[in-house]
Every structure is written in structure tokens, then in C-alpha cells.
């Protein structure tokens, strides 16, 4: 089934000191924070690509950024720990545990307060932003690379170095199932927000796609030779796959067809993110920029 076409048109390129990791929008669409292996999160504005604001602390790179419904920010570091920032760049509350090398990934509810990361120790962590540790999942025999929060913040996905996915419920706090099919190390796992259904991408440049019952669905070559990034649009239409081929790969779900191929930076893209309006795609880079794209139908 064929695709609907899609462009991105090149708006503003935004530089860190180091590789970019992570970036993501604020809730109303006007700001966007990127993270890097420079240590620090900046703050931009969209509308014009002004810095705004350095959010500093963290004693190694910073894997991950995102937003609280509330506006408060997270980061996640190699440095083992989770940073709670006010709107404005106030440091609130740290958060401690993962024991063993890196924290490698994180990821933030769409609302309500819940958090989980994942690192080196092979532990998912599930955190409550106003008051700490959770629970510790145990499960996976190696790094855990990936984690996601299904829309209703029920469900995480977690992936790693043991070519598996686990879910796990969120209210037992245990795993509901081992999701096996991919043959390489797990690289990305995202929640359509429309719905329970996973997306996930290797080190194969191979795309699966999941529901809620772990049921797989699909196996798609994607014509990377490394996927490390996936992101959801907000209605689910479309997902956008980020590889090591420094190329942006736009995704029909619903005919599972590509509808775009972009050469938008020299490397590795290691963060991807939309808009909540849909209307511009974000793109982090090994090679120290954020770019953002005007996300145009055509």
C-alpha cells in the first residue's frame, strides 16, 4: 500500500559544544530543549532559535531531556543520575540509583509525574518526579539502550543488549512479557500516543512493530544499516526512524510504507522528536547539531 508523501524543509540548525543526544518540545510548542555530551541542556526558543537558558549540573553528558505536563524539566546523564528543573531552569531535585557504569536512557510520561530509565546495570527505574524512586525492574540480562511510556501511562517498553523488549506494568510494578524476534541489540522503543501499539528499531536497521499483548505485527527493513532513534507524530501517522547513516526516515504507519528519506546530518542521529502541533520534526546529531524540519504533507 502506497504512502502519503511527506517533506522537511530545513528551518533553523541549533550546535552544542559536543554530540547531540536527546532534544525535545515543551507542551505549547515554543521552546525546545536539547541535550549533549557536553554536560548540559540548553534552552531555545523555536519561533526564532534564540538561546534562552543553560541548565547545568550534571557530572557527565546528558543522555535525555524531556518536558512534565506541569512544564518541569528532566535530563538524564551518564553521570547515574535523573536532574527535576523547574520551567525556568531551577534546579529542584536529583535523583540516585543506578549502580553499575552508565545510565544510557530515560523517558517521561505525557502526564501525571511518572519517569523511567534504564543503564549498564541492566535495571529499568521507575521514578516519580515529586518523590523519588518507584520500584527497580529486573529482567534483562544485559544494557538496557531504550525505554518508552505507553500514552496512559500504564505500560513501559524497555529494550537492550540482549536483543529482547520487556513490558511491564506500571501499577504491579513486575513484567508482564519478554517480546523476542529482533537479532540484534534493541536500539529505540516508542508508544504511538494514539494507541498501545511499540514500535522498535536494531542495530540491524530493522523496524517491529508490537501490541499491547506483545503480539508482533511486523518485521521492516528500513534500509539503514543502524536505526538508534524512533519517534511517534502525535496522532500517530507517522513515525520517524533516525540511523547511523546520519539520514531521517519517515514512516507511514498505517500503510507501513516510507514516505520520506532525508540526509540530515553527517552521523549518528541519536534523538528524534515532532512537535505537538506536528508541524516541525526535531533531529539531534553526533556530529553537534540539533536541526529542526518543517513537517510538510504533501
Not at 125 to 140: C, E, I, Q, Y
Not at 160 to 181: F, P, T
Not at 245 to 268: C, E, F, P, Q, Y
Request: hydrophobic share 40%; with cysteine; net charge neutral.
Amino acid at each position: 500500500m502506497a504512502g502519503t508523501d511527506v517533506q522537511l524543509e530545513p528551518e533553523r540548525s541549533l550546535t552544542h559544544h559536543n554530540a547531540a543526544y536527546w532534544a525535545a518540545f515543551s507542551n505549547d510548542g515554543r521552546q525546545i530543549a536539547t541535550a549533549s555530551l557536553d554536560n548540559t541542556v540548553k534552552l531555545w526558543n523555536v519561533a526564532d532559535g534564540q538561546h534562552v537558558g543553560t541548565l547545568k549540573g550534571h557530572g557527565d553528558g546528558v543522555a535525555f531531556v524531556g518536558y512534565l505536563k506541569d512544564g518541569r524539566i528532566v535530563t538524564a546523564s551518564l553521570d547515574k543520575s535523573l536532574k527535576i528543573w523547574s520551567a525556568e531552569g531551577g534546579l529542584k531535585s536529583t535523583l540516585t540509583g543506578h549502580q553499575a557504569d552508565y545510565l544510557t536512557c530515560a523517558a517521561v510520561a505525557r502526564s501525571g509525574t511518572l519517569l523511567a530509565s534504564g543503564g549498564f546495570d541492566k535495571t529499568v527505574r521507575l521514578w516519580d518526579a515529586d518523590s523519588g524512586s518507584l520500584a527497580v525492574l529486573t529482567g534483562h540480562e544485559a544494557a538496557v539502550q531504550t525505554v518508552a511510556i505507553s500514552a496512559d501511562a500504564t505500560l513501559v517498553a524497555s529494550g537492550g543488549s540482549d536483543r529482547s523488549i520487556r513490558l511491564w506494568d506500571v501499577e504491579s510494578k513486575g513484567m508482564r512479557q519478554v517480546l523476542s524476534g529482533h537479532n540484534a541489540v534493541v536500539e529505540a522503543v516508542a508508544f504511538s500516543p494514539a494507541d498501545k501499539v511499540i514500535a522498535s528499531a536494531d542495530a540491524e536497521g530493522r523496524l517491529r512493530f508490537w501490541d499491547e499483548k506483545g503480539n508482533s505485527r511486523e518485521n521492516l527493513e528500513s534500509g539503514a544499516p543502524r536505526l538508534k532513534s524512533l519517534a511517534f507524530s502525535a496522532d500517530g501517522h507517522w513515525l520517524a526512524c533516525g540511523g547511523q547513516d546520519g539520514m531521517v526516515r519517515i514512516l507511514d504507519v498505517k500503510a507501513r510504507s516510507l514516505s520520506s528519506v532525508l540526509t540530515a546530518h553527517k552521523n549518528t542521529i541519536y534523538g528524534l522528536a515532532f512537535s505537538p502541533d506536528g508541524k516541525r520534526l526535531a533531529s539531534a546529531g553526533f556530529d553537534r547539531t540539533i536541526r529542526i524540519w518543517r513537517f510538510v504533507v504533501a
